[in-house]
């Protein structure tokens, strides 16, 4: 579909070209001495129109040809980035293109452009900062299309990256909690992505995260028991993933001078509270679905406990 618009909008620009073409090479019609001709368009007008037309339509259909055959086997996150990289540079061509034609002049084009470019980079900061903060985007991918990301105080889902601005659809915020999306889309300017910190939930190919349960115990508790129990919930639920998943966290800390002991599968930590003991279940899980799992782990660990009571308590009292 693509494609065949961009060879159509061609055969525009062919067909634009060659009007142009024909005017210019017929007898002007101020030198024909025919009466009610005096006040017609002068025929270079009308050949310059037709050949702005003819670059405007060139560089509409190119891009549509270039776009079709680049995204044949490129994927979304791709697909959306190049979209934008030919939107900018046809566009750019289009505009010098068609300045050029008008006033017949390309070198005072190009130099007028700049002139221009430079007195309305003092009048325009804050979007050529975004669009500076688009070309660090697509140079350094600190995020992409698809991403979970956290941009100051704003997390979302990012949705589209456009010349000026980052579409977020929301996650978290006033309305809700607990990683769930709020249905709200946010837009967020580019240029934050260089004067703030920006937190990528998928990381670089990695979209698995450390997260924690938390459970309160007496202390009466049977400690050692009570780890054994949460650590082999949690393994059996989680099953080879989070082994597969710690494997590739190894990887990715093998190409860095970061040296870390990483456990292959979940462990608790031990802390004392004044009345109780928290129990911190510490495990690797894909992002997405980090709160689904700690809520069924929480479930699962809970049913375990209360099996045993006999050997793990819970705190009492309204203090906690």
Do not use: C
Request: aromatic share 10%.
């Amino acid at each position: 579909m693509r494609r065949s618009i961009g060879y159509a909008s061609l055969g525009a620009a062919l067909a634009s070209a060659l009007a142009a073409a024909l005017v210019r090479a017929t007898t002007p019609l101020a030198d024909l001495d025919v009466p009610g001709l005096s006040a017609a368009v002068p025929d270079e007008a009308a050949a310059t129109a037709l050949l702005a037309a003819a670059v405007l339509f060139a560089a509409n259909g190119a891009y549509f040809v270039v776009y079709g055959f680049a995204i044949r086997r490129a994927t979304k996150r791709r697909a959306h980035d190049l979209r934008n990289v030919l939107r900018l540079a046809f566009g750019a061509l289009a505009l010098v293109g068609v300045l050029g034609v008008v006033t017949d002049r390309w070198v005072g084009v190009l130099v007028s452009l700049g002139v221009v470019g430079f007195a309305v980079t003092f009048a325009l900061q804050q979007p050529l900062l975004s669009l500076v903060g688009w070309f660090y985007v697509m140079l350094k991918r600190p995020y992409a299309v698809g991403d979970r990301v956290q941009m100051g105080e704003m997390n979302g889902d990012v949705i589209a990256v456009d010349f000026l601005v980052t579409t977020l659809w929301e996650i978290n915020g006033p309305l809700v909690s607990s990683n769930q999306p709020s249905g709200r889309v946010v837009t967020v300017p580019n240029s934050q992505v260089l004067s703030s910190e920006v937190v990528n939930f998928a990381g670089v190919g990695f979209p698995y995260v450390w997260n924690e349960l938390t459970i309160q115990v007496a202390y009466e508790t049977d400690l050692v028991f009570a780890r054994e129990r949460m650590t082999a919930v949690a393994d059996d639920y989680l099953g080879d993933e989070m082994a597969d998943a710690v494997e590739r966290y190894r990887g990715r800390l093998a190409e860095t001078a970061v040296e870390l002991e990483v456990s292959e599968r979940p462990s608790v930590n031990i802390v004392q509270q004044e009345s109780w003991v928290e129990l911190r279940l510490r495990y690797l899980v894909h992002h997405r679905r980090a709160t689904r799992v700690r809520n069924d782990l929480y479930e699962r660990v809970l049913a375990a406990f209360n099996d045993a009571p006999d050997r793990v308590g819970f705190p009492v009292g309204r203090n906690r």
